[in-house]
């Protein structure tokens, strides 16, 4: 059984996706052991916990310092023992410290296709405003491992969605969500779960 631990930091829509794919049978032998936020509002939370998964908030404002903050962070992970952790949707770097301690066993969803528009500053509608102020015809999600940089480690799955005419912001978000994140993040977590895509790090 893979236990995830999944940060999160806003509307939890891919929380929402990786628990129905859970309770339908897409993602196999895996078990949400703990869902964390860095937002104590984010409805994300809520989504885990109208699911009967325990869900917290470890907020940076309530730690003197940021080393406080990273070190409750990591406890709060190390609490849940995850085989893996999955950010959706989380907006903070992680600590260095917690990079290297989960190394190979921390994956992202990104809403393009990296290496473009990712990086420092490219989060969000962000992502979406860049595509079009581009004028690219086709963007996407990425699922990749995370190392220390800013969505800069290995590519583990895309998928493709097209930019159509006259696309706002929140529509192509909403597009590119619906019609590739929401699908490759489950895939991804099903394709480690069953050993088809192998963790890095330590075995
Ligand atoms: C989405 O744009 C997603 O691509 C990015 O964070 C945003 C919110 O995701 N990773 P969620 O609804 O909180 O899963």
Redesign the pocket.
């Known amino acids: 059984m893979l236990k995830i631990a999944v940060l999160?930091?806003?509307?939890?829509?891919?929380?929402q996706a990786i628990m129905d794919a859970i309770d339908s049978g897409k993602i196999r032998d895996t078990q949400i052991v703990s869902v964390i936020s860095n937002k104590a509002d984010a409805y994300?939370l809520e989504r885990a916990r109208l699911h009967g998964i325990a869900a917290r908030a470890v907020v940076k404002k309530d730690y003197p310092s940021p080393e406080e903050f990273h070190a409750a962070l990591t406890e709060a992970i190390d609490e849940a023992a995850p085989d893996l952790i999955v950010l959706?949707?989380f907006?903070l770097v992680l600590p260095e410290a917690l990079v290297k301690k989960y190394s190979g066993r921390i994956i992202n969803?990104?809403?393009s296709l990296i290496p473009s528009f990712c990086g420092n500053g490219f989060?969000?509608l962000r992502?979406h405003e860049a595509v079009l102020k581009r004028g690219v015809k086709v963007t996407g999600?990425t699922v990749h491992f995370v190392d220390e940089g800013t969505d800069t480690g290995p590519i583990i799955a895309q998928k493709a969605v097209e930019v159509k005419e006259g696309d706002t912001p929140e529509v192509l978000?909403r597009r590119?969500?619906e019609e590739a994140?929401w699908i490759i993040l489950p895939q991804v977590i099903d394709g480690i779960a069953a050993g088809r895509i192998k963790m890095g790090g330590a075995e």
Do not use: C, D, F, K
């Open positions: 999160v930091s806003g509307g939890g829509t891919n929380l994300a959706a949707g907006l969803i990104h809403p989060y969000g992502v999600a978000q590119v969500m994140e």
